[in-house]
């Protein structure tokens, strides 16, 4: 009888709202990089404004390796209590999965928010001679397999940017590809001529010496109104735009009480004056989806980065 | 640069400004002497105290911790056997047989006075070259990374002790054991036989820690950790005598020339310059012979290359925008935070802040001498405790040492593993130096060449047509590596003529 009561007991434990008084403990947010980069530094600059949303305590943990897949697939393993979520980008989230046998796919998801999104940009070398992506075509015509695109890495957003461009151009096959390890270096074969083309967001412009052909986004950026969008350039949808975005992920099948109360403080952090400030001064594009939308989007994005993967070859 | 270096003074001389360089560079030396716990560790720890700091002193402080724990490395890696990075392993080769023969003391002056000297060049030469060098390193493509890299390699044989068979298979390992994880052209997963955690690859720290400190303990237990301290009587840094200085200041200058050189290329790092540097000073040293049995020359070569490659690591990082491993990395980020957008531009934008952080460099380096003199007296006591005691301490520190990096029990196993397999191989003769050289390597090698590969349409001979420098330093490495057998060729004819 003592063993029946007990089962009683832990049965009403289970009925009864748990998810009432929620948070009860710090919550988790995993950066899927090391510390000091610059999916660390959102989530640091998130960390704070998202607790007091909260009305709790959060803390950032790094956990890195496998080009982010490494505490994707931790997360994506854990029971969804809301205590632990991850910032995963694009890759992470849609790419990775898709080219590497990793434990988590489409379905191992809650989707709580997404925080920031920017377009990318196809970009050469601020000396080039290139002054539109029809210069280029043209000298990549004249000269099968003799020019040279860069990325950070296969599957890397750099990668896709690229992709989707010569692709969109028709000049895929006649042009090459040199995977770095890292954006750094492959700013580095740039400036010492080996690549001509590389595809990254607006950030890198304050930093290296690059000029802006297009911009992969719905239209043109208010920083930049010279620089045409991909489809005026001649770029045919779905290879006409590109984010790179990132966003707070729960493993799937998170309570929807939670779900919502993470997601309204994820919101209140977002447009927090202290976020604002960080974005603004770290080139971070804002942009804010609630739960539905941003899974409704994400999944979108799976489905749509297919096209992409099977175009690079990967 | 030097227009502005009377306003980064004035920056620099300020009670928050100087307070901040003794601290930090004393706290980098006590945590990079801690066995377990090496540069990257050290400088994590300190990251978020940075954040609530104005520009200048944030830089500095990460700077001085940066320094400050390559030089505290060497403590460890001399007194007790356990370097807390892959470019401590160099200077274990010669440091701990020197203190197994009762001149530790004298070992750590060596490395104190080479450290010192190889910082203080690389922070003149950051100071006045930074642009030039900088032009120097875009010089070099993949197929000048993949011959140096080649030359790089041909330190597994120097550096292999005993049998040059068994340093081989050991440096083959290593090798191997960088190839499991992602392909870094196609992104493929390689050698995980399905295990998630394996497709970030094997840490290289973990097995750094696990083959040199754990494994070192289990030594010590296999053999029956005694009761009282270790055996190796240190009482305090005994600084080198000028007079003993003949005959080696030539070795030091080519080693701080490597450190320097090898440290302005990104992508290799300071494993890669203290290994090339041992190597070298062992060819042309006059006491070559006597190098892994405790000899001073080997000592100078590692650590004077090693704390060059500080200063040389930073050209990029702040001429260019291109860190040159995870530490500049993360100083580069720290920019980020406070303001200021790293990149091309950042020397020009910010004069004096940069002059102040170049100057500042300069004299966290002077300060390596009175602190690590100061501090090292602390190291004395403990190595006195008892050995059970030291070893389970030791055993901690490696631990948190290895997760606090990636955040990855995984990597806590790799750890263990390592170093059960350490116990083993060393045991068997196996030296492990060629271990780590051949994990160091081994991704920027395959990396290096693939891309070059790739540029060249797959042809080989392209590697030495158009790449003047990449021609030479394959020539180089050939030579390094036939040169013993013409050697050994041309005194076995003159035996037998003389027969």
């Known amino acids: 009888m003592k063993f029946g009561s007990i089962v009683c007991t832990a049965a009403l434990a289970l009925a009864t709202p748990v998810w009432a008084d929620f948070p009860e403990k710090p919550v988790t947010l995993i950066a899927p990089f090391n510390a000091g980069g610059g999916t660390d530094l959102l989530l640091r600059g998130f960390q704070e404004p998202f607790a007091e949303a909260l009305g709790g305590n959060a803390v950032v943990q790094n956990m890195a390796g496998g080009s982010g897949t490494v505490a994707a697939s931790h997360i994506a393993g854990l029971s969804p209590d809301g205590y632990t979520l991850g910032y995963l980008s694009i890759t992470v989230s849609t790419i990775q999965p898709q080219i590497k046998d990793v434990p988590y796919d489409k379905e191992s998801w809650t989707p709580i928010c997404s925080v920031a999104a920017s377009p990318t940009m196809f970009f050469v070398g601020a000396d080039s001679e290139y002054n539109s992506l029809e210069d280029v075509k043209a000298d990549i015509e004249a000269k099968p397999n003799a020019l040279i695109f860069g990325s950070s890495g296969p599957g890397a957003i750099t990668h896709l940017t690229m992709v989707a461009a010569m692709n969109g151009m028709g000049v895929m096959d006649k042009v090459k590809h040199l995977p770095h390890k890292g954006s750094g270096p492959a700013m580095k074969s740039m400036a010492g001529g080996i690549i001509q083309f590389f595809g990254d967001t607006e950030v890198m412009m304050s930093r290296y010496d690059l000029k802006p052909l297009a911009v992969f986004a719905d239209e043109r950026l208010a920083s930049l109104p010279d620089v045409p969008t991909a489809t005026e350039a001649g770029i045919a949808a779905p290879l006409n735009e590109l984010y790179l975005w990132g966003g707070l992920f729960a493993p799937a099948g998170l309570d929807a009480e939670v779900t919502a109360k993470l997601a309204s403080a994820c919101e209140g952090a977002v447009q927090s004056n202290a976020f604002q400030a960080f974005a603004e001064s770290t080139g971070t594009v804002i942009n804010y989806r609630g739960p539905e939308e941003f899974d409704a989007f994400f999944r979108q994005q799976w489905d749509a980065n297919k096209t992409l993967i099977e175009a690079a070859g990967l | ?499």
């Open chain 2, 1 to 499: 640069m030097l227009e502005a270096l009377p306003a980064a003074l004035g920056l620099l001389l300020t009670m928050q400004g100087m307070l901040v360089l003794v601290i930090g560079t004393a706290l980098g030396i006590v945590l990079g002497a801690m066995p377990g716990i090496g540069s990257t560790v050290a400088v994590a720890l300190v990251l978020p105290f940075t954040l609530s700091m104005e520009q200048a002193p944030a830089i500095l402080l990460l700077l001085a911790v940066y320094a400050g724990s390559v030089y505290g490395g060497s403590i460890s890696a001399i007194l007790i056997n356990t370097p807390g990075t892959p470019a401590g392993a160099a200077t274990v080769l010669d440091g701990t047989p020197m203190a197994r023969a009762g001149k530790a003391g004298e070992a750590l002056g060596w490395a104190t006075v080479a450290s010192v000297v190889g910082g203080l060049f690389s922070a003149i030469l950051l100071l006045f070259a930074a642009p030039q060098l900088a032009a120097f390193a875009l010089q070099f493509g993949p197929v000048e990374t993949f011959a140096l890299i080649c030359l790089g390699m041909t330190c597994i044989v120097t550096v292999s002790k005993g049998s040059a068979l068994k340093g081989l298979t050991a440096g083959a390992l290593g090798i191997f054991l960088s190839t499991i994880g992602g392909d870094p052209i196609t992104g493929e997963v390689r050698f995980t036989f399905g295990q998630y955690q394996l497709i970030a690859g094997f840490n290289l720290l973990a097995v750094v820690i696990g083959i040199f400190a754990f494994s070192e303990i289990l030594i010590r237990i296999a053999d029956g950790a005694s009761e009282g301290g270790t055996k190796i009587e240190f009482k305090g840094i005994v600084l080198p005598r000028l007079s003993q200085w003949k005959g080696r200041l030539k070795g030091l200058a080519k080693s701080i020339a490597i450190g320097s050189g090898v440290g302005v290329l990104p992508g290799t790092g300071s494993a890669t310059a203290a290994f090339i540097s041992y190597a070298e000073a062992k060819r042309s040293s006059p006491r070559g012979a006597e190098f892994g049995k405790g000899e001073p020359d080997g000592i100078i070569a590692a650590e004077s290359a090693n704390n060059a490659v500080t200063g040389g690591a930073l050209v990029p990082t702040m001429a260019l925008g291109i860190p040159g491993d995870v530490i500049t990395a993360v100083m580069l980020a720290t920019f980020t935070l406070h303001g200021i957008t790293p990149g091309v531009r950042l020397m020009e934008d910010n004069p004096v802040l940069m002059a102040a952080i170049f100057l500042g460099f300069f004299v966290i380096n002077i300060l390596l001498l009175p602190l690590g003199l100061l501090l090292s007296k602390v190291a004395a006591p403990i190595l006195r405790i008892r050995e059970p005691l030291m070893l389970s301490a030791i055993g901690v520190l490696c631990v948190l040492g290895v997760y606090y990096v990636r955040g990855n029990p995984f990597d806590l196993l790799i750890m263990f593993a390592a170093g059960v397999a350490g116990l083993f191989l060393r045991r068997a003769g196996y030296p492990m130096a060629p271990l780590i050289i051949g994990m160091v390597l081994g991704p920027a090698f395959e990396l290096s060449l693939r891309q070059g590969l790739i540029i060249t349409d797959g042809s080989f001979a392209a590697f030495f047509d158009g790449h003047p420098i990449a021609a030479v330093l394959l020539t180089v490495t050939a030579v390094a590596l036939l040169w013993p057998l013409v050697r050994a060729l041309l005194s076995w004819k003159k035996e037998r003529s003389r027969a």
